[in-house]
């Protein structure tokens, strides 16, 4: 399989579920791998937190603003 074929495997579910059961096992592991978060994680994202996410070695820092007009009962 060509290296074009393999990121475009990589990039379009489509064109990866339209390749044989073979071709897709022979499909290397996509370098940017499986992003799993924790529920630590998404209790952080979920309450609004602004303290930056580590996830492997990139570090994220995400910010909400709160509404309490149109958030009720969230801590503001």
Partial sequence: ????????????PNYRNSLSAAERASLPANPAGLIQLTD??????AGGADTPLTIGTKCYTIKFTCNCQTAPGHPC
């Fill in 40 to 45: 630590e994680d998404l209790g952080r994202m």
């Fill in 1 to 12: 399989m060509s290296m074009t074929s393999v990121i475009r495997a990589w990039k379009d």
